[in-house]
């Protein structure tokens, strides 16, 4: 059965979505990433974590908070999704893969390398242990390693990391260019939390595409 919103609820989230957006066009970022959760969680209480309206306004919050630089916004953000996502699913579930890897790159953008490498390495697990060592479902996990390792200077594994997804790449008939994704919106993929699509950024503009079939 369609979940959907009370009129009452409706409109307690209208209400505190424009104070949110008020709050955050007067640069009270803190502010409004307070109302602003308290606006997802009435959504997310309404329809579940997983429906559409739902995942718009987490990408919404996630994708305003990275432009800031409010990076530890936005892990809160993944460490919600995920700790929610382990109570439904389990601990090893792929989704928590994806919940890890948004965590790990905020922790990239942060410089805290040794807690991003060791989130990262932990998605990867999931993965492979889901899908295999050599899964095109894989590669974003490993991409992210790899630039992981890249920031700290470590260039022969993170080679050794690219030429292994573009090995899988390969495997799987697709190509595309394989470098570290810097929207966290992407870790859900284009088909919403929970599935897994193929993608990858251009290396040329930053931006991200999907990977397309021979």
Sequence with gaps: MNKEMSVEQRIKWQRLNEEAHSLYEQGLYDRAFAVGQEALEVMEDALGLRHPDVVNSLF??????????????????????????????????????????????????????????????????????????????GIIGLNLLA???????????????????????????????????????TFYGTTGRGEHSCVAPSIATGTVESVKEK
């Design 60 to 137: 919404s919050m996630v994708h305003m908070y990275t432009e800031r630089g409010q990076y530890e916004q936005v892990k809160r953000l993944f460490e919600r999704a995920m700790a929610m996502d382990e109570r439904e699913f389990g601990p090893n579930h792929p989704v928590v893969s994806t919940d890890l890897n948004g965590i790990a790159l905020m922790c990239r953008f942060q410089g805290q390398y040794a807690r991003g490498e060791a989130l990262c390495k932990r998605a990867v697990a999931i993965m492979e242990s889901a899908v295999g060592a050599d899964h095109v479902d």
């Design 147 to 185: 630039s992981i390792y890249d920031a700290q200077g470590r260039h022969t594994e993170a080679e050794e990391l690219y030429k292994r997804t573009a090995a899988i790449l390969t495997e799987f008939g697709r190509h595309g260019v394989i470098v570290v994704l810097e929207n966290p919106e």
